[in-house]
């Protein structure tokens, strides 16, 4: 069991948006900067999609946004393509443990 | 053009040693912070190493500190990955990954390499 938490799955229908939380604690959200990554086949090289946040690496697109309060993150996904199924993970670095956590990975299903 | 490309899986039985290894290209390596991060299959992303730039830093995850070395060549581009006592639950997929340029982030990974515990 990870020790940030996101949901197995979300869904919503082309078009429509999504968001994804990803829930920690105060060593680890709550003090440290979030990144998300996105991994079109489990087996392939993940892509990051967020850093620090919410701040978004060249060539990807302002459909996505990270946003964090607290000792929470979310990633939200506007304008659903069928091409964005895939699964999503957070990350971030735990100060107490001195180690990366990523949390339990989300799928995203394009309806 | 950034590019990371691991080696060295294979099938190992239970005890045994691997080395994995992650040639870089396009970015000056000696600069950049690197991790290892491995996804048994089925399962989800389990970040395993990081070494700071100057080597002067490395951390492990718990579920390998003691089994695990992660050390680099900043002359040869490359980052290691030394595995002994291998165990049955090290079988993944294993990736290279390059921190970002911020406080948060891994840019650039591998395609990964693949490591099969088992008798």
């Known amino acids: 069991q990870s020790v940030l938490t996101q949901p197995p799955s979300v869904s919503a229908a082309p078009g429509q948006k999504v968001s994804i939380s990803c829930s920690g604690g105060?060593?680890?959200?709550?003090?440290?900067?979030v990144s998300w990554y996105q991994q079109q086949l489990p087996g392939t090289a993940p892509k990051l999609l967020i850093?620090?946040?919410?701040k978004r690496p060249s060539g990807i697109p302002d459909r996505f946004s990270g946003s964090k309060s607290g000792t929470s993150a979310t990633l939200g996904i506007t304008g659903l393509q069928t091409g964005d199924e895939a699964d999503f993970y957070c990350a971030t670095w735990d100060s107490s443990l001195s180690v990366v956590l990523f949390g339990g990975g989300t799928k995203l299903t394009v309806l | 053009e950034v590019k990371l490309v691991e080696s060295g899986g294979g099938l190992v039985q239970p005890g045994g040693s691997l080395r994995l290894s992650c040639a870089a290209s396009?970015?000056?390596?000696?600069?950049?912070?690197m991790n290892w991060a491995r996804q048994a299959p089925g399962k989800g992303l389990e970040w395993v190493s990081y070494i700071s730039s100057s080597g002067s830093r490395i951390y492990y995850a718990d579920s390998v500190k003691g089994r695990f070395t992660i050390s680099r060549d900043d002359a040869k581009n490359s980052l290691y990955l030394q595995m002994n006592s291998l165990r049955v639950e090290d079988t993944a997929i294993y990736y290279c990954?390059?921190?970002?340029?911020?406080?948060?982030?891994?840019?650039?990974w591998g395609q990964g390499t693949l490591v099969t515990v088992s008798s």
């Open positions: 850093y620090d946040n919410n």
């Open positions: 990954a390059r921190d970002a340029d911020s406080p948060s982030g891994f840019d650039y």
């Open positions: 396009g970015f000056t390596f000696s600069r950049y912070e």
């Open positions: 105060s060593s680890n959200i709550g003090k440290n900067y």
